[in-house]
């Protein structure tokens, strides 16, 4: 009867004792080791629901899939209109970091909504196209507020192409980057703004390009041929007349590798395409120098392709 007794005590105390350490680390920070062994010890172990109720809710969100989506969409919302500069660089690597497919909480991420980063993007560029009108004198001064005339218009458009360039970079992450360049393309109306904008602003446009150029020349990007052809039609001119303003403002752009991945990208059209886009290039390259990308190497590959190798063809048939 003893034994019994004292088995009883026992159970309580032990009782008593988890208890006791589960309401103790309840109440203190968790290293992500000590939250492993916790996670582990709940799928191994029942609790009573009082004492694991707190825990399990430090454990394990409530919040749905679209909940969690929405919060996506809201992040990456609020940043685009964050308006101190170090916050919103510090957001971005933030927010980057997490939503990124090598993030580490990758397996804890729902899927995020191609619509809701699309919407977004849609909204940067509409400001975007404001700000060029304004550049080009197409707003009146009396239509803008007192808050867009207070800051200078070269940061308002840097602050726009930034929070563009933001989307794009985890668009393409995600594999999720084809439509934007349909909709890169068809900026009609920003392509005629920057034909009309100081060189000091337009350059800023042809930093989304560059974006797109080096994804695609880098094999991160798959479009068909109908896009690839659409962005170098309309962006190719741009981006030789803004490559010496890319130079002085690089702003984290690799100069190299974009020189290299216009001349992989406009290697993938058809070589009549590729005939007049490059002739275009000949003749402001040996206008402008240093000025214009060196795209020496991918020319090279162009001639061999369509005259050497061509040539060879002919031949073999001949005989």
Not at 217 to 240: D, I, N, Y
Not at 302 to 318: D, P, Q
Request: aromatic content about 8%; charged content about 25%; glycine content about 4%.
């Amino acid at each position: 009867m003893q034994d019994a007794s004292d088995q009883v005590s026992a159970g309580i105390m032990f009782r008593r004792g988890v208890s006791s350490c589960l309401k103790y680390l309840e109440a203190v920070p968790w290293t992500e080791e000590e939250e492993e062994k916790l996670r582990s010890l709940f799928t191994r172990f029942k609790f009573d629901e009082a004492t694991s109720r707190d825990m399990l809710a430090r454990l394990h969100s409530q919040q749905s899939t679209d909940t969690l989506q929405n919060l996506a969409r809201h992040l990456v919302s609020s940043i685009t209109t964050c308006s101190d500069a170090n916050a919103r660089n510090e957001l971005k690597s933030l927010v980057k970091g997490l939503l990124c497919k090598s993030s580490v909480y990758e397996k804890e991420q729902p899927d995020i909504n191609k619509e809701d980063f699309y919407a977004v993007c849609q909204s940067c560029m509409s400001v975007l196209h404001n700000l060029f009108e304004e550049a080009s004198d197409a707003i009146p001064h009396e239509r803008m507020t007192k808050k867009e005339m207070g800051k200078p218009l070269i940061a308002r458009i840097s602050k726009q192409v930034d929070n563009i360039n933001f989307l794009l970079e985890i668009l393409l992450d995600r594999q999720m980057a084809e439509e934007f360049v349909d909709l890169w393309v068809n900026q009609g109306n920003l392509l005629k703004l920057h034909e009309r904008a100081s060189p000091m602003v337009r350059y800023e446009l042809s930093r989304v390009s560059a974006i797109l150029f080096i994804a695609m020349g880098t094999r991160k990007l798959h479009c068909c041929s109908e896009a690839r052809s659409g962005l170098l039609q309309a962006w190719f001119g741009p981006m030789l007349l803004d490559f010496g303003w890319l130079q002085r403002c690089r702003k984290g752009l690799d100069m190299k590798a974009l020189e290299e991945a216009m001349g992989q990208t406009l290697l993938t059209l058809p070589l009549k395409q590729q005939y007049v886009l490059f002739m275009e290039w000949f003749r402001c390259f040996s206008r402008n120098g240093s000025e214009c990308p060196n795209l020496s190497k991918a020319f090279q590959i162009w001639w061999r392709r369509s005259f050497l190798r061509g040539s060879e063809t002919h031949a073999v048939e001949s005989r």
